[in-house]
Nanobody, 114 residues
Framework: QVQLVESGGGLVQPGGSLRLSCAAS????????MGWYRQAPGKQRKFVAR???????NYADSVIGRFTISRDNAKKMTHLQMDSLKPEDTAVYYC????????WGQGTQVTVSS
């Protein structure tokens, strides 16, 4: 069982930045593909970004050039740096860990509003 704890959400103005963090409780963190999904009110949960065990990354088209995912295997953490935030980025953001199955965090709220 892997537990994931997100932090870093909050309220930010359009054009601003936030950095989300996710701490994982596993001794083999480096083997997991780590990712972020988001769910806006009344909408389905959608993929945002992922970073594989080899460090390769993938992003949703809507966040390319604005969001950056990274991982710190020594600290068992993954981060999502979000820049140039837009109101449509408002959502609950979920951290995920995937190896043989998917694990999900509880989510952290990000609100982009003036």
């Amino acid at each position: 069982q892997v537990q994931l704890v997100e932090s870093g959400g909050g309220l930010v103005q359009p054009g601003g930045s936030l950095r989300l963090s996710c701490a994982a409780s596993t001794s083999i963190f480096g083997a997991y593909t780590m990712g972020w999904y988001r769910q806006a009110p009344g909408k389905q949960r959608k993929f945002v970004a992922r970073v594989s065990s080899d460090g390769s990354t993938n992003y949703a088209d809507s966040v390319i050039g604005r969001f950056t995912i990274s991982r710190d295997n020594a600290k068992k953490m993954t981060h999502l740096q979000m820049d140039s935030l837009k109101p449509e980025d408002t959502a609950v953001y979920y951290c995920t860990a995937k190896l043989y199955r998917d694990y999900w965090g509880q989510g952290t709220q990000v609100t982009v509003s003036s």
